[in-house]
């Protein structure tokens, strides 16, 4: 790697080889952190500090190429992932349904139609323009397909102008589909999960020094809940999904492994390496470094209930399976925690990111903040240390025009973690 030659290159003139050489990396979070210190103590017995007293990590323009070489090493070799805090999308698929389905929608159920009143871009312009590193896709068994391939949505309420072929092709083929509910809210950026994932590699391929990118996959059964004699008579049944079994969830592993290969993978077995549970992994050696993890997938079970139990069965601490699970800290399983409300959770999320866990938070909900442009939420969750902070809203809605939005302080794509980052983070550094 270009960085790692340049520090070799220069190791012998830095004053710093003989603390950069060691650096323990197999040490546990908070060793670590404290060992990449030694570079920082060095420094300061050596005159490294400037006159205003910061390390040369922190004067890059005032010390190159040294404190860019020291910053580039650091963040490679000291930063671990969950080090780093990055923006994420909540159903980063969705598209709002069209205005008078929406209409309908809400004469049924209002705070449904509130809740779905959002759109995103496609996954790779979230990726490439507003800087998302963590994104959420909704996916649904279709084992005789074209199951999902005519929503009543669409038949009651047609395209304007409308459809010769009211059906969309791409939802007659195998393979999961991902949508939010089937028959009302239907419109996505991508029918497939295979579809969506080929996306993700595209831009991943033109990317490769990005920083990891977590895909939360929620297993869905939601069926419309369409009270009879609302819709016109002589029109289908509305579908009724299929619930996730063992093999419908070994299929989500399949597909995600039918697109990214190993190499592109952050799995637990990967992190676990020998020890003899997961949880013991990441709070004793760690999760891997950047260095270790640029350019790589990290993909994660949304379900807490028996899709995540089943998912569980027959994998100790998750041996051979491509996702992790929101686990409950002390379980074998445990490294990833999904907490979504970080006012009420916020000293629970700032604990568990302390101990090395890795959390998803959410800085809105069902449009609310956005709507009234309220901020508590989104600020508890910057604050709070959740490595993975969602939102519906990378970007402000105009339609309400209270100019919300979620993004991370500063102009760079992943910033160093408030609760976790070693002193002298440089998040200029963090992503290539």
Same mark, same amino acid.
């Given at each position: 790697?270009?960085?790692?030659?340049?520090?070799?290159?220069?190791?012998?003139?830095?004053?710093?080889?003989?603390?950069?050489?060691?650096?323990?990396?197999?040490?546990?979070?908070?060793?670590?952190?404290?060992?990449?210190?030694? *570079?920082?103590?060095?420094?300061? $017995?050596?005159?490294?500090?400037?006159?205003?007293?910061?390390?040369?990590?922190? /004067?890059?323009?005032?010390?190159?190429?040294?404190?860019?070489?020291?910053?580039? *090493?650091?963040?490679?070799?000291?930063?671990?992932?969950?080090?780093?805090?990055?923006?994420?999308?909540?159903? $980063?698929?969705?598209?709002?349904?069209?205005?008078?389905?929406?209409?309908?929608?809400?004469?049924?159920?209002?705070?449904?139609? #509130?809740?779905?009143?959002?759109?995103?871009?496609?996954?790779?312009?979230?990726?490439?323009?507003?800087?998302?590193?963590?994104?959420?896709?909704?996916?649904?068994?279709?084992?005789?397909?074209?199951?999902?391939?005519?929503?009543?949505?669409?038949?009651?309420?047609?395209?304007?102008?409308?459809?010769?072929?009211?059906?969309?092709?791409?939802?007659?083929?195998?393979?999961?589909?991902?949508?939010?509910?089937?028959?009302?809210?239907?419109?996505?950026?991508?029918?497939?999960?295979?579809?969506?994932?080929?996306?993700?590699?595209? *831009?991943?391929?033109?990317?490769?020094?990005?920083?990891?990118?977590?895909?939360?996959?929620?297993?869905?059964?939601?069926? #419309?809940?369409?009270?009879?004699?609302?819709?016109?008579?002589?029109?289908?049944?509305?579908?009724?999904?299929?619930?996730?079994?063992?093999?419908?969830?070994?299929?989500?592993?399949?597909?995600?492994?039918?697109?990214?290969?190993?190499?592109?993978?952050?799995?637990?077995?990967?992190?676990?390496?020998?020890?003899?549970?997961?949880?013991?992994?990441?709070?004793?050696?760690? *999760?891997?470094?950047?260095?270790?993890?640029?350019? /790589?997938?990290?993909?994660?079970?949304?379900?807490?209930?028996?899709?995540?139990?089943?998912?569980? #069965?027959?994998?100790?601490?998750?041996?051979? /399976?491509?996702?992790?699970?929101? $686990?409950?800290?002390?379980?074998?399983?445990?490294?990833?925690?999904?907490?979504?409300?970080?006012?009420?959770?916020?000293?629970?999320?700032?604990?568990?990111? #302390?101990?090395?866990?890795?959390?998803?938070?959410?800085?809105?909900?069902?449009?609310?903040?956005?709507?009234?442009?309220?901020?508590?939420?989104?600020?508890?969750?910057?604050?709070?240390?959740?490595?993975?902070?969602?939102?519906?809203?990378?970007?402000?809605?105009?339609?309400?025009?209270?100019?919300?939005?979620?993004?991370?302080?500063?102009?760079?794509?992943?910033?160093?973690?408030?609760?976790?980052?070693?002193?002298?983070?440089?998040?200029?550094?963090?992503?290539?």
């Amino acid at each position: 790697m270009r960085r790692r030659l340049v520090v070799a290159t220069l190791a012998v003139g830095l004053m710093l080889a003989t603390v950069l050489v060691s650096v323990d990396q197999s040490a546990s979070p908070v060793a670590a952190a404290q060992n990449c210190l030694g *570079w920082e103590r060095q420094l300061r $017995s050596a005159g490294g500090f400037g006159a205003r007293g910061r390390p040369a990590i922190d /004067r890059l323009d005032d010390d190159r190429p040294f404190g860019q070489v020291l910053g580039d *090493w650091v963040a490679d070799d000291c930063m671990r992932l969950n080090y780093v805090q990055v923006l994420g999308t909540h159903n $980063s698929y969705h598209i709002k349904p069209r205005p008078p389905l929406l209409q309908f929608i809400g004469s049924l159920n209002p705070d449904f139609a #509130a809740s779905i009143d959002y759109s995103h871009r496609p996954l790779g312009e979230q990726l490439e323009l507003l800087g998302v590193r963590q994104l959420e896709l909704d996916v649904y068994v279709d084992p005789d397909p074209g199951r999902f391939a005519l929503p009543l949505g669409q038949l009651v309420f047609p395209t304007n102008p409308p459809s010769p072929d009211p059906i969309k092709p791409g939802l007659l083929g195998a393979g999961l589909k991902v949508l939010h509910v089937p028959d009302v809210d239907f419109e996505t950026r991508c029918l497939t999960f295979v579809a969506c994932l080929q996306q993700l590699e595209a *831009w991943s391929d033109a990317n490769p020094g990005h920083v990891p990118v977590m895909v939360q996959v929620e297993a869905k059964d939601d069926a #419309a809940l369409i009270p009879p004699g609302v819709l016109p008579p002589g029109l289908p049944a509305p579908v009724t999904p299929v619930p996730f079994g063992p093999s419908e969830l070994d299929g989500i592993d399949a597909e995600i492994r039918s697109v990214f290969g190993d190499h592109q993978l952050i799995t637990p077995d990967v992190v676990r390496g020998d020890r003899a549970t997961l949880e013991e992994a990441v709070l004793i050696d760690g *999760w891997p470094t950047l260095n270790e993890t640029r350019g /790589r997938f990290l993909f994660t079970l949304d379900n807490e209930g028996t899709e995540r139990d089943l998912y569980i #069965a027959g994998h100790p601490s998750l041996t051979g /399976r491509v996702m992790f699970t929101s $686990s409950a800290p002390g379980t074998p399983e445990a490294a990833f925690v999904k907490l979504n409300d970080p006012v009420a959770d916020g000293a629970l999320i700032n604990s568990l990111v #302390a101990a090395g866990y890795i959390v998803r938070t959410r800085a809105d909900a069902d449009t609310v903040e956005a709507r009234f442009g309220l901020t508590v939420r989104r600020d508890a969750a910057l604050a709070s240390g959740a490595q993975f902070v969602s939102t519906d809203y990378p970007e402000p809605d105009p339609a309400f025009g209270t100019g919300y939005l979620v993004d991370l302080p500063g102009d760079d794509l992943a910033r160093c973690n408030p609760v976790l980052s070693p002193p002298g983070c440089d998040p200029s550094t963090l992503e290539d």
